[in-house]
């Protein structure tokens, strides 16, 4: 069987799934920032001062993921709670996603099904209405207890 770079062959069933530019970079993306949060102490990162917090003085919204997801990879739990609580939701998406597409690409199994319902405009407002909630509230919960 003549090899080809852009696709795996799943052993078992000897159906070849195409390794897709978008999966490969989800892939890359994700692994990369798992792998920087482990290995690049949290004081030799290069970090900018947030705009928001110079013009207005209070931390964003997004202030303080970044030390929170480095303060989870390098164990210190309770920082990153008291930190920003969502920063745990965010750092679990980004380990279920590398999860989910390297398993994909390494194992050649095909991780869509049709049956599954699709994500329309509904879903997707609702979706996006979520997420912007949860940031809120952890914004407010950053800025009743003073988190800079």
Known sequence: MISNASSIT???SRIRYPVTPVRFALTLTTGILLLLSFVVPINRLVL???P???ITGLPGPLCGFTRSIWAIS???WVYATVNCPLAWLV?????GGFAWNAGSILFG???TNRNLPGLNRVRANRATGVAIALVVFNWIYRLSFGHV
């Open 10 to 12: 799943n052993p078992k």
């Open 48 to 50: 900018f001062e947030c």
């Open 52 to 54: 928001f917090l110079r």
């Open 74 to 76: 390098a164990g210190n």
């Open 91 to 95: 750092y679990a998406a980004l380990a």
């Open 109 to 111: 199994i095909k991780t």
